[in-house]
T-cell receptor
Framework: AQKITQTQPGMFVQEKEAVTLDCTYD???????LFWYKQPSSGEMIFLIY??????QNATEGRYSLNFQKARKSANLVISASQLGDSAMYFC?????????????FGAGTRLTVKP | DTAVSQTPKYLVTQMGNDKSIKCEQN?????MYWYKQDSKKFLKIMFS???????INETVPNRFSPKSPDKAHLNLHINSLELGDSAVYFC?????????????????FGPGTRLTVL
């Protein structure tokens, strides 16, 4: 069984600083994908970044990067140069396998607050 | 040009009623999902349909019945609503094929439907 753990229920960061949101996962599969989603107060779920278990390089998408440490089974999200609009819930998720027949499991989320 | 749309956005109803939530995606995806997000923001998969066929059916009460008339639509019907059904319900879709490793398949979410059962 797979499991996603986000140990930080809430995080604060000063505007323009970087912040790391933690995510650890548990799987016995060698093939899996890791995802981060953002949920602002308006409620929609926004896909941010993806890391495949076989990807050798850490994924980056603009100000988002994923610190992937496979041996430790961690996939931390790093947001650089935080902006007020980054204040939101952030969810880490994982799916095992190659196709959509395996469901995506989400962590409990981390609420990030960016202070001006 | 909304990618994944849900109606209604808000639904307030009495216990015992039957209600439906509709979902449509115009992305050409072949897999659609229903998730439930509780008051503590925990997001849990309920159902997954691939090309109109049920793939994932997590342990949800059989009062919940998904219906997929075609690949672009996945509706959720709920019978005999209970107080504990109050939550935000998200529809999502993803493509069956993706990058060379076949994993990416990120899910695109609808705006959510906030269901309140009184």
């Amino acid at each position: 069984a797979q499991k996603i753990t986000q140990t930080q229920p809430g995080m604060f960061v000063q505007e323009k600083e970087a912040v790391t949101l933690d995510c650890t996962y548990d799987t016995s599969d060698q093939s899996y994908g890791l995802f981060w989603y953002k949920q602002p107060s308006s409620g929609e779920m926004i896909f941010l970044i993806y890391q495949g278990s076989y990807d050798e390089q850490n994924a980056t998408e603009g100000r988002y990067s994923l610190n992937f440490q496979k041996a430790r089974k961690s996939a931390n999200l790093v947001i650089s140069a935080s902006q007020l609009g980054d204040s939101a819930m952030y969810f880490c998720a994982m799916r095992e396998g190659y196709d959509n027949n395996n469901d995506m499991r989400f962590g409990a989320g981390t609420r990030l607050t960016v202070k001006p | 040009d909304t990618a994944v749309s849900q109606t209604p956005k808000y639904l307030v109803t009495q216990m015992g009623n039957d209600k439906s939530i509709k979902c449509e995606q115009n992305l050409g995806h072949d897999t659609m999902y229903w998730y439930k997000q509780d008051s503590k923001k925990f997001l849990k998969i309920m159902f997954s349909y691939n090309n109109k066929e049920l793939i994932i059916n997590e342990t949800v009460p059989n009062r919940f019945s998904p219906k997929s008339p075609d690949k672009a639509h996945l509706n959720l019907h709920i019978n005999s609503l209970e107080l504990g059904d109050s939550a935000v319900y998200f529809c999502a879709s993803s493509q069956g094929t993706s990058d060379r490793w076949g994993f990416r398949n990120e899910q695109f979410f609808g705006p959510g439907t906030r269901l309140t059962v009184l």
